[in-house]
């Protein structure tokens, strides 16, 4: 056996048994789909069970094997987090960036929605996320007012957001499709998904109804938690 056979063998074996592997779960790797937090009926009645069952377990699992298939072209992109990849799409090969905005964007942006939700009618944010909210938008009933516009003002699928510019300024601001502030150089603080498939079971058209609805799931100490650390 020549050196060259040699490396053919070693290089072959390993080849072989990741394409089984494959071929049995799909790309694997290197990102994954985190369990959603809660169980799927914990935000009944204002999210349903169904939507959020479909909602994780079909939207943002497709998400994550459509990103985990773009990048397995360019094995460099795996050693990246997922916001270094959203933060520098323009260092994403150009034959996957779109896959790469669309698939990850859905999968970052889904990771963080299903972190800043709990049922929680009534609650407010607190510490010092309270008092920037107030001091930005005036109130927590202005600020609601003007995230709500916003959500509803979206044409079509996207999201709204409250995000901090990187001078650590509060804002509201929306994307479209599955796009985010993180490409922007911005930080969501939290941020509401109106595609139809957020609600469509449930509220059918009636997207008012359903972003008057989330306001009752809003998990205000992570989110105050999460601005703190944002700010700190
Ligand atoms: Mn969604």
């Given at each position: 056996m020549t050196r060259r056979d040699w490396i053919r063998t070693l290089t072959a074996v390993p080849a072989a048994l990741s394409s089984v592997a494959r071929a049995q779960t799909g790309p694997t790797g290197p990102f994954t789909l985190p369990p959603l937090?809660?169980?799927?009926?914990?935000?009944?009645?204002?999210?349903?069970a169904m939507t959020m069952q479909i909602h994780h377990g079909r939207h943002h699992a497709t998400y994550v094997n459509n990103l985990n298939a773009a990048v397995a072209k360019h094995p460099?992109?795996?050693?990246?987090s997922i916001e270094e990849l959203m933060r520098d799409?323009?260092?994403?090969?150009?034959?996957v960036r779109t896959a790469v905005r669309n698939n990850g964007g859905g999968h970052i942006n889904h990771s963080l929605f299903w972190e800043i939700m709990?049922?929680?009618?009534?609650g407010k944010p607190v510490g010092e996320l309270a008092k920037a909210i107030d001091r930005k938008f005036g109130s927590f009933a202005s600020f609601q007012d003007q995230l709500t516009k916003a959500a509803l003002g979206v044409f079509g699928s996207g999201w709204a957001w409250l995000s901090l510019t990187p001078a650590k300024e509060l804002i509201i601001e929306t994307s479209p499709n599955q796009d985010n502030p993180w490409m922007k150089g911005n930080t969501p603080v939290l941020g509401i998904d109106v595609w139809e498939h957020a609600y469509y079971l449930k509220y059918q058209n009636r997207r008012a109804d359903y972003v008057a609805a989330w306001w009752n799931v809003i998990h205000w100490d992570f989110v105050s938690e999460r601005y703190r650390k944002l700010t700190a």
């Open positions: 937090p809660y169980p799927a009926d914990a935000l009944e009645p204002y999210i349903d460099t992109l795996a050693n990246k799409l323009n260092a994403v090969p150009e034959d709990r049922k929680n009618p009534g």
